[in-house]
Structures are given as C-alpha cells and as structure tokens.
T-cell receptor, first 118, second 111 residues
Framework: DTGVSQNPRHKITKRGQNVTFRCDPI?????LYWYRQTLGQGPEFLTY????????KSRLLSDRFSAERPKGSFSTLEIQRTEQGDSAMYLC????????????????FGEGSRLTVL | RKEVEQDPGPFNVPEGATVAFNCTYS??????FFWYRQDCRKEPKLLMS???SGNEDGRFTAQLNRASQYISLLIRDSKLSDSATYLC????????????FGDGTTLTVKP
C-alpha cells in the first residue's frame, strides 16, 4: 500500500499523559500536513511541513503540541499533558509541492489516529 | 466568522433528486478551491477541483464565483451511494500551503 499511513489508529490515554502519533506520507510527496477533526466539524489545520521545514503552525495550537519531520519523510505529532478536549481524530495528509508537474493541490489523507483522553 | 462556511444541512433527499450545496469563503486572495467527500468514520477524499469557468464530472457540477467568494456543488440524479458529508476546501493566498476546510454539509439519499 503506497498511501499515507498513520499509527496508532486508536489511542486511549489518561489525562495528563503524553501521546505521540506517527505519519508516513506518500514517498514522493514533500508536503505533509496535520489536521484535527471532531464530530460534526471539518478538519482543522494544525501545521504543515515542506520537506523538513515546518512552514506554518496554527495559532490555535497550544504549546503542548509539537510536530517534527526530521528527515523530510515521516512526521510525528506529540501532545504533552493531554486534556479531555484533545480527544479527536488526528489526520495526516501529504501532497506534492506547488509546481510539481501534474499536481492538482489535492491532499491525500491517511485513515487518521483517534485519540480518546479519559 | 469562519474562513469557510457551509450550510450544515442535513439534506435528506430521495433517489434521483437534484441537490445543491453552497459555500462561502472570507479570504479574497484564495487561489484554489475543492470539494472533498467524507464518508462516516473515513478520511476525506477529493471529489473535484473547482474552476472559475465551472467544471463538470458526470453528475457533479462545481461553480466558483470569485466576486462573491462563493462556491457551489450540484449533484444531479442522486444515488444512495452519494450519501456522505461534502467538505468545501479553500487553499492559497498568503498561506499557499494551507488548505482550510468548511465543517461540511451532510447528505442522505433515501430510496
């Protein structure tokens, strides 16, 4: 399967614990995005990378959230001191950068990592 | 005010009906526009891009009005399999890499 892969698919944790999610993008895509989605809402932008550079981070994101993409391939999203309000689906997507031949601006999403904070 | 606003619905229509979804966006510098489809408990997937000239893909027609900052999606001859949430997505302007999603419009097609 050459799509976007996310792990773990489900995570249940107690409030105050740290959690980390991993995303492996489509191999030839140099842009990687993290979104968060709660029931009845659309995906909410968190951050995105072009290669290893984090180009934008949502102002809505607290300091408890950090994302990395150290070698420009896979990415991790860490949430420290989780709160019940962090319960959501965390979606990763990848895309070719603008100007890539044939690219349409389409985002290719993984199946998501569902976080439940008790 | 949200950057991308959609009528949440739900829209409940019989098979064969024509249904239209509307979307407005606030950033006049936005460059690219899309409709995504999201099935229950699944990830969003691109349905179609939206161009100023309008574009059609089978039973689906998308329109963009830049002056009014308005995007539409028309579905003709609805099928049961069209039941899903339709997300309006806007990209570009000063944040060319960031795609902003609306909260979606839910469609249920009934026999």
């Amino acid at each position: 399967d050459t799509g976007v892969s996310q792990n773990p698919r489900h995570k249940i944790t107690k409030r105050g614990q740290n959690v980390t999610f991993r995303c492996d993008p489509i191999s030839e895509h140099n842009r990687l995005y993290w979104y968060r989605q709660t029931l009845g809402q659309g995906p909410e932008f968190l951050t995105y990378f072009q290669n290893e550079a984090q180009l934008e981070k949502s102002r809505l994101l607290s300091d408890r959230f950090s994302a990395e993409r150290p070698k420009g391939s896979f990415s991790t999203l860490e949430i420290q001191r989780t709160e019940q309000g962090d319960s959501a689906m965390y979606l990763c997507a990848s895309s070719p950068s603008q100007g890539f031949k044939g690219q349409t601006g389409e985002l290719f999403f993984g199946e998501g990592s569902r976080l439940t904070v008790l | 005010r949200k950057e991308v606003e959609q009528d949440p619905g739900p829209f409940n229509v019989p098979e064969g009906a024509t249904v239209a979804f509307n979307c407005t966006y606030s950033n006049s510098a936005s460059q690219s526009f899309f409709w995504y489809r999201q099935d229950c408990r699944k990830e969003p997937k691109l349905l179609m891009s939206v161009y100023s000239s309008g574009n059609e893909d089978g039973r689906f027609t998308a329109q963009l009005n830049r002056a009014s900052q308005y995007i539409s999606l028309l579905i003709r001859d609805s099928k049961l399999s069209d039941s899903a949430t339709y997300l309006c997505v806007v990209n570009g302007g000063t944040n060319a890499g960031k795609s902003t999603f609306g909260d979606g419009t839910t469609l249920t097609v009934k026999p």
